[in-house]
């Protein structure tokens, strides 16, 4: 099996299925077809088949033009049936893998999927799990799913792995092409295989893990690493405030160092599909071996602070012109997870928007990437645009969101009465008098 794989990957013979069209699948669906591959994209959603099908980008890490010619030429299709998991060779699975209300890892989109493709699971495929997730998902959970629905056995009939994802939407350096891979798989021969697929489609390198074991944790090892920096000059900024020190200027002396330093900055929370999340997997998992991630569960209780912290400090400034939280009008510039881009998951500014409205604030929101956002299946629309009326009625401006583009900062600064930037988003603006800094 091995052999005939390697081979059948040399000659673009192998067929390619990417289940989860989302921000991670579809830039991977991409690519597979972009190098030769026919590739079927498999969704429950049916607005994002009907979209691919119809050669429509809603990814802005997807080229628009290239998603369309491949649609034209018949490399890219999607579809919501599984069954045509029957004609593909490879699977990769890209699903959300969300925390439950318990803040306790939720697999059953990993689960259901492997479900899905176990039933019309071929012999001599390939399955490659790429969504983010606790050490021992691959063996544990889908391991027996696959070979209890398929009847096929992993190792001798079918080759699985873990490749863990590494997107960071909007980064116009690093993007699915271009960025190292790391892959572990079940036994030596599924490694070495899975990543020869992934050595003919990209171009960054790929390093072969031992186990699926090791590539799980890698990836959570990779977004604690930020997430406990980020702790840490989250809790310097609150400590620099009360020392009246600019944190900003503090981390700009530091960067200088050319060694044993890297720069991190704080903000008005944590957001995206990673970060926030991970950590809660390795310290769900890690009390399965009754260990305790202090270190781990102090950053993230110190994050998850923040949009508390940042509705303190806005009352702090609303007390100094005699206004109260309760009934200010509050404008929030930016409800994207990060700078530059639409994408809205686990974004601090919509915790802080509900801290807002918690005390009683009146809130608006304009951000030139989101047009509509909402938590707990709650709706909120943004201003169409940002008036100079707009800015002036607002008793305050909070800027959750450094993008660089779309928002004119010195207009802001001239027609809103007071602005707390949280992300240091108006370095640039000369005149100060009316912007404080987390």
Known sequence: ????????????????????????????????????????????????????????????????????????????????????????????????????????????YVRDSTIAIAKYLRKGSMVVLESTTYPGTTEELMLPLLEKGSGLKCGQDFYLAFSPERVDPGNLIYQTKNTPKVVGGVGRDATEVVAAMYRNVLEGEVFEASSPRIAEMEKILENTYRNVNIGLINEMAILCHKMDINIWEVIEAAKTKPFGYTPFYPGPGLGGHCIPLDPYYLSWKAREFGFHTSMIESSMMINDRMPEYTVERAGKILNRFKKALNGAKVLVLGVAYKGDVDDWRESPALRVIEQFEKVGSEVTFFDPYVKECGKNGKAMQGLPSLSDEELRKADLVVITANHTRGIDYDFVQKHAHFIFDTKNAMKNIRERANIELL
């Open 1 to 108: 099996m091995k052999q005939t794989l390697l081979n059948k990957i040399a000659s673009r013979d192998i067929k390619v299925g990417v289940v989860g069209l989302g921000y991670v699948g579809l830039p991977l669906a991409v690519e597979k077809a972009k190098a030769g591959y026919k590739t079927i994209g498999f969704d429950i959603q049916d607005s994002k088949v009907e979209m691919v099908n119809q050669g429509i980008n809603y990814i802005g890490d997807v080229v628009d033009s290239e998603l369309a010619e491949l649609v034209r030429k018949g490399m890219l299709s999607a579809t919501c049936d599984f069954s045509f998991v029957k004609d593909v060779d490879f699977v990769a699975i890209a699903v959300p893998t969300p925390l439950d209300e318990y803040q306790q890892p939720d697999i059953s």
